[in-house]
């Protein structure tokens, strides 16, 4: 009860926070350099260094290497059921293939950097919470920058250096150096690793910041037409994350496999993650309808401060 009502507190937290964007950029003192500033500044200086000092912190134990596999089996997973799902709902609406691919991409690519790590980090105080959430991440950016790319082009001049650039990123960097630090057990010295985690704190409230700026600017009124909107909504926020609870529940009962409840609550609650807010991006740049794909974040945006708190409290009790 008390894990529970602490999600809804940081739900509220975050969700003041998103506000204050919304507002910053309502005023115009949040425009679109100060957006891109920011998100080049998470992206690129806080989240790595939240990464890499965060996974030199952790004690090597075969608990957590049992579990962050596992992790990866079931991160996978995730997103191969919102494959299914989002190619499924989209021939049932008979979406036109500039729709289609942005709600099959949507369906499978949360906002894990920009609203689950700041959530992760408020829900749980062990460095640990991070790495499982970063073993998800790591999933989701190998699959966006291959398979969505891949989709985004319609399969058409995709070369191996675009791909091979975006899964380059200091992100990634990050992760790969502080797993060799992590096995290694080497530390940072306090007077570097002070500063860097300090850089790293900040990655939060600006990711959220920059999710309430993002939303402004959409048309309420196009929601009411959309349906395939609602389908998208359910399937991503709630449908497949308990269906992922099911078969992982399942899993760990029938075969004996050792997977810690913070790490099954990560997992999954990074699966529930409202629409990325990159695929907007990525679908403006390769000529994919762009609009809906800034109408799909704006609502499971606003859908997903009811329905994480609803996951959260599914998890504690399947």
């Known amino acids: 009860m008390m894990q529970s009502q602490v999600i809804v507190e940081q739900v509220i937290i975050a969700g003041i926070i998103v506000l204050t964007g919304a507002a910053g950029s309502w005023v115009k003192v949040i425009n679109e350099q100060v957006k891109s500033a920011v998100s080049r500044l998470v992206f690129n200086?806080?989240?790595?260094?939240?990464?890499?000092?965060?996974?030199?912190?952790?004690?090597?134990?075969?608990?957590?290497?049992?579990?962050g596999l596992w992790a990866v089996v079931f991160s996978v997973l995730s997103f191969v059921l919102m494959h299914l799902a989002g190619r499924a709902t989209a021939r049932v609406f008979g979406l036109p293939p500039r729709s289609a691919v942005v709600h099959e991409l949507h369906t499978m690519f949360g906002n894990v950097v920009f609203l689950g790590f700041p959530l992760i980090a408020a829900l749980y105080q062990q460095e640990e919470s991070l790495f499982y959430a970063t073993v998800y991440y790591m999933v989701s950016s190998f699959l966006q920058w291959t398979y969505a790319v891949f989709r985004l082009k319609q399969q058409k001049h995709v070369s191996f250096r675009d791909r091979f650039v975006n899964l380059l990123n200091p992100n990634t960097v990050a992760f790969v150096l502080g797993l060799f630090l992590f096995f290694m057990q080497w530390r940072f010295p306090l007077v570097i690793e002070s500063p860097l985690r300090s850089i790293g704190a900040i990655t939060s409230p600006l990711a959220l910041l920059y999710i309430g700026a993002s939303l402004t600017g959409t048309r309420l009124k196009n929601f009411l037409k959309r349906f395939d909107l609602y389908a998208l909504s359910f399937n991503k926020l709630i449908l497949i994350p308990l269906v992922l609870l099911m078969?992982?529940?399942?899993?760990?009962?029938?075969?004996?496999?050792?997977?810690?409840?913070?790490a099954k609550t990560i997992v999954v609650l990074e699966a529930s993650m409202p629409c990325m807010s990159m695929i907007v991006i990525m679908a403006r740049n390769y000529g994919a309808d762009d609009e809906s794909a800034s109408e799909n974040v704006f609502f499971t945006t606003l859908l997903s401060v009811v329905t994480l708190p609803l996951v959260y409290y599914l998890v504690t009790v399947m």
């Open 45 to 67: 200086i806080s989240l790595p260094l939240l990464i890499l000092t965060t996974l030199t912190r952790l004690e090597l134990s075969r608990e957590l290497i049992s579990n």
């Open 247 to 262: 078969i992982i529940n399942l899993v760990v009962r029938y075969t004996g496999v050792e997977f810690g409840e913070m």
